[in-house]
């Protein structure tokens, strides 16, 4: 056994001499030395302040590349390029207002507020009208505040809600509220088109009528509105592709009209606050009567008589009733809100009259004559359907996030704020329409009893022609903006390629347009004209977009319950109790409004959403719950199993080691406290501990293990699983649980292993299982967690405050950022604040590094304070060389000696505590190792109690006693490594790089909660010395220091500034 080992050191280590003190050169060791100098010629150009991580800089980019690499990025869908234009000028960076406030208020005013608000306000009376108006309003409030959340949870292209429950809820969700969106909008652009037919031959040009007079026959106006409905789908069709520009500069002017009619309609109020003389209306008895000449309004007028008196027969109401004139708009000092407060609901052909009487709503005779019918039956549920599509248009902002300076700001200030000034505007409107217009007036629809004029149009100022022409011009802008909008969104969901019969209409034109697309969208939106009725597709129309809002409330509710890693939206004002309570409303006015119309847009995400998630899978059948139940898990296994899972969903699953002590208790409880607040209660923890020995011996005690592993998870409230190996090696058993741990894709992706305190003490055994276990969870791609300092670490029922300072040197997949956003999800650590230091090489430049750092940061969503060290004094002190020498000097000591298993323990704790105290006394930065203070208070104990072990701490080793005359082999050993040897250049840039850190990061985070830093990557070559040497270097490194997590990154990207 000591020949084999004595034959292993001298295969490992290496002795460089000089001729002077008459040793022989090894040629294998000169090769080796060459080698080392020509990696070194290689590695010339790095920092010297940063070589203790040249290795991970030759995989890992350093931070000032990272960030600078990432500040300024692109976040916009590349559009089809022509490659033979000119490179376009880069696209101007809007703000909030006109990138998003304007773009939304335009959107959300519509063609409702013109031709149909009064009708509603008239129907429903002023109580339940601005209930509502406010319903809806709260719907889309709602439904607002849950978008910014999801839009502030890092960038979002341009595509709007499709892009973000795509990202949030994946792509069977994503695909079917894509093509709800798209129908939603393509419907929207068929009610526009016939809205803006409806506003033309009704009230502009009714001598256009095709066939014949439609204000005698309902049918006649439909088939109006269908026809010219058609010719001018396709004049708006023929205008999308060709001329896009020309559109978008249309919106401009639409956004004009809306604005200034708005503000003629409030001037016009006030105007006539006392009324005015223009409109009077022929009432009989209480009904509404229509094509009657305010002068031919009496009973003793022969027009009058020729209508109710056919024949010489009269009608029995005409004869019973007498006939009045009534001035239409009042004015808001005339008290008629009072006659407005109250619903006149109707089932559809009862006459429009004051009251509930019968008598004056029945038609009794089935003889209509000119009086005013309801055309359809009327409700509140139906008003709501008919009205929402007035506040729609929310989305308007988040589909040009990519061309706003900034989105994750812009978004929700104007997008609220847009919701907020057009509920304002709708729910002052009912107010005012409620208080100025006779009831009568109110409620005519087509406004028939004043000639067919339109009744906004009519109070407003300076005279009707300014809403009708701006209305007409509003609608056709927002037709065009729909029908622009549509193709592209289709062409998105084609291109993602979740929906394949979609793929056809992937493609562009040569132009880059989605013609494809705009075809299908022309014929849907034929179809939508076709009904010919804006009454009926209002309520058609918000089915769409109510299901469209419904799942972006459930998203971020969803998303704020999970409580998932990648969620952390810079908009704080969100909840998921409003995200639910916007759902529940969605899904409510759905159910009330049209429950056939409701199940048609259910039916339909329904159908699309099994098409994407089953398309070509196999189906299962469980016998009874339980087989249920292992159908389900099965079949996530295996969906996990298909691949590493995307950024956004990367958590740690935690793989905690925990070492044993004699009596089989873990030795550092606190790294399961650690665990627990690091998870938050959240995701997966595997338990796990090796016993050295042979399973068949010692099985009994590996389950009792087990039983006291567990215990101490559930005193600790570890959620996961635990488990026990036996093995002959330690290290190997490690090595064999790293990689073989865990079922399928609930593979843990990030170990935790304690820091060896006593790797001086117990010699080369000790950091070469540590070592091994790094190189193991490296090999794996598994990031590692390695606390220094755990006995410091704060209880899971304790609460701290200060600073969690992060040292980011090296980028490792952004592990650093993300793990103290974990730990402020806890209690304990949520009063802490984060301050995150990197440090700036010679030709960084500090100010713009930081500024990149700043942005990045802010992206990410994690608020934390930025600094940037410079460390310009690279120049090696002699207390580098002091340090680096005793450290070579006691492994070749080590090396040289060939003693016995017990006399080399003596030998080597007399030589540790020889170099080290000389080392404490040389540094100028205080120790805080546990073991060292441990052993300094229990100097004067016995073996067996200097051999006890602390189940709540780091070890507590003493040193041995050391008499006052050494060993003669020590003596020995010692003189002959007194010389003047130089040391290695590549340990001394190494220690160089230790103690400058240390210093500098011991000068900012003394007093910091906890210091989290890059792990240095271990020495690629298998030497005991080098092995020695890097733990060394990590002693340095971490000196002075309570409480540190040294970190090191799996390879992969684990945090990301996109939603």
Request: net charge neutral; charged share 20%; glycine share 8%.
């Amino acid at each position: 056994m000591q020949s084999n080992s004595a034959k292993d050191d001298s295969d490992e280590m290496e002795i460089i001499s000089s001729e002077h003190n008459g040793t022989v050169h090894d040629t294998k060791n000169e090769d080796s030395g060459d080698i080392h100098r020509a990696e070194e010629n290689q590695k010339s150009n790095i920092d010297p302040n940063l070589y203790l991580y040249d290795d991970d800089l030759a995989t890992r980019p350093h931070i000032s590349t990272f960030i600078s690499s990432i500040a300024n990025y692109e976040n916009t869908i590349p559009a089809a390029t022509d490659p033979d234009a000119k490179p376009p000028a880069p696209s101007a960076r809007m703000g909030t207002l006109i990138g998003v406030f304007l773009p939304c208020i335009q959107n959300i005013f519509g063609v409702i507020l013109f031709i149909r608000l009064t009708w509603v306000v008239g129907t429903a009376g002023a109580i339940c009208g601005f209930l509502i108006v406010l319903t809806c309003c709260c719907v889309t409030m709602l439904t607002a505040i849950s978008m910014s959340a999801i839009a502030t949870n890092g960038v979002v292209p341009a595509g709007g809600s499709y892009f973000m429950i795509s990202r949030s809820l994946g792509p069977e969700f994503g695909g079917a509220v894509g093509m709800l969106f798209y129908t939603g909008t393509t419907l929207a652009a068929a009610m526009y088109i016939v809205g803006a037919v409806e506003i033309v031959l009704t009230y502009m040009a009714p001598w256009a009528s095709i066939f014949g007079d439609f204000t005698k026959d309902a049918d006649a106006m439909y088939n109006n509105f269908r026809v010219y409905g058609t010719i001018l789908l396709i004049f708006m069709g023929l205008i999308v592709f060709v001329g896009v520009k020309f559109v978008n500069k249309f919106a401009t002017v639409a956004l004009a009209c809306v604005i200034f009619s708005i503000i003629a309609v409030y001037v016009g109020i006030f105007d006539n606050i006392h009324g005015n003389e223009k409109l009077y209306m022929c009432v009989l008895g209480k009904r509404l009567l229509k094509d009657i000449p305010i002068d031919n309004c009496t009973k003793d007028d022969s027009f009058m008589r020729d209508i109710y008196c056919p024949n010489n027969k009269c009608d029995d109401y005409y004869l019973n009733n007498n006939v009045s004139k009534v001035k239409g708009i009042k004015g808001l000092a005339s008290g008629v809100f009072y006659d407005n407060v109250f619903p006149s609901f109707l089932e559809k052909g009862q006459f429009i009259s004051y009251g509930h009487d019968s008598v004056d709503i029945e038609n009794i005779g089935n003889e209509s004559y000119n009086q005013i019918m309801a055309d359809i039956t009327t409700t509140f549920t139906l008003l709501i359907g008919i009205f929402f599509p007035s506040v729609t248009g929310i989305m308007a902002g988040s589909n040009r996030s990519g061309d706003l300076a900034d989105a994750q700001k812009s978004i929700p200030i104007g997008t609220i704020c847009a919701i907020l000034t057009t509920s304002t505007v709708y729910l002052s409107s009912v107010l005012f329409f409620a208080g100025t217009v006779d009831n009568l007036l109110l409620r005519d629809k087509f406004g028939q009893s004043i000639g067919g004029k339109l009744v906004v149009a009519n109070i407003a100022w300076p005279n009707q022609w300014v809403i009708l022409i701006g209305s007409f011009l509003s609608t056709l802008g927002a037709g065009l903006q729909s029908l622009t909008g549509a193709p592209r969104l289709l062409q998105a969901i084609a291109r993602d390629e979740i929906i394949p019969f979609l793929a056809p209409f992937a493609k562009s034109s040569k132009r880059g347009e989605p013609t494809r697309a705009l075809l299908l969208t022309i014929v849907i939106c034929q179809c939508g004209i076709l009904l010919g009725n804006v009454d009926l597709l209002a309520p058609l129309l918000s089915m769409f977009f109510l299901m469209c809002y419904g799942f972006v409330n459930l998203a971020c509710a969803v998303q704020t319950l999970l409580r998932t890693p990648n969620w952390r939206p810079r908009f704080k004002y969100y909840h998921w109790s409003l995200s639910l309570i916007g759902l529940t409303l969605c899904i409510s006015v759905m159910i009330m409004t049209s429950w056939y119309f409701a199940l048609l847009a259910m039916g339909m995400a329904v159908v699309i959403y099994k098409y994407i998630e089953y398309r070509g899978a196999e189906k299962e059948w469980g016998d009874g719950i339980r087989g249920m139940a292992l159908t389900a898990a099965r079949f996530s296994l295996l969906r996990l199993e298909e691949g590493p899972p995307h950024t956004k969903n990367w958590r740690p699953q935690i793989l905690v080691l925990s070492k044993l002590n004699d009596n089989f208790l873990p030795k550092y409880r606190k790294i399961f406290s650690f665990a627990t607040q690091l998870k938050a209660g959240k995701g997966l923890t595997i338990c796990v501990s090796v016993l050295k020995g042979d399973h068949t011996k010692i099985a009994n005690k590996a389950v009792d293990a087990k039983s006291t592993l567990r215990k101490y998870m559930i005193d600790e409230k570890v959620k996961g699983f635990c488990d026990i190996l036996v093995a002959q090696q330690i290290g190997e058993g490690l090595s064999s649980v790293i990689q073989t741990i865990g079922l399928g894709g609930m593979k843990p992706n990030t170990v935790i292993i304690g820091w060896p305190y006593s790797w001086r003490q117990e010699g080369r055994n000790s950091w070469r299982t540590f070592i091994q276990t790094v190189r193991t969870v490296d090999a794996c791609h598994m990031a590692l967690m390695v606390p220094k300092g755990i006995n410091f670490y704060p209880e899971s029922n304790h609460k701290i405050g200060g600073n969690i300072d992060i040292w980011w040197i090296v980028h490792d997949g952004g592990l650093l950022m993300l793990l103290p956003f974990l730990l402020k999800q806890h209690r304990t650590w949520r009063n802490c604040k984060l301050r995150i230091f990197t440090v700036a090489q010679i030709e960084d430049n500090s100010i713009q590094m930081k500024k990149d750092l700043k942005t990045f940061l802010y992206h990410l969503r994690i608020e934390a304070d930025v600094e940037v060290v410079e460390m310009n004094n690279s120049d090696i002190s002699a207390y580098t060389y002091e340090r680096t020498l005793m450290m070579e000097q006691r492994n070749q000591m080590l090396r040289a000696l060939g003693l016995n298993k017990k006399e080399n323990s003596k030998v080597v704790q007399t030589i540790v505590d020889h170099h080290y105290d000389a080392t404490r006394t040389a540094s100028k930065v205080r120790f805080a190792d546990p073991t060292i203070e441990e052993t300094k208070n229990h100097e004067s104990h016995n073996d067996e109690k200097r051999n006890s072990i602390d189940s709540d701490g780091p070890e507590e080793t003493d040193a041995p006693e050391t008499t006052s005359s050494k060993d003669e082999s020590t003596e020995k050993a010692d003189s002959k490594f007194k010389s003047n040897v130089k040391p290695d250049e590549f340990n001394v840039r190494r220690m160089h790089t230790a103690i400058k850190l240390n210093e500098v990061i011991v000068e900012k985070s003394q007093d910091a909660q906890l210091v989290i830093m890059n792990l240095p990557g271990p020495p690629r070559e298998v030497r005991a010395e080098r092995e020695s040497n890097y733990m060394e270097f990590l002693e340095v490194l971490t000196e002075g220091l309570e409480k540190v997590l040294m970190v090191r990154g799996g390879g992969r990207e684990v945090i990301t500034i996109y939603s």
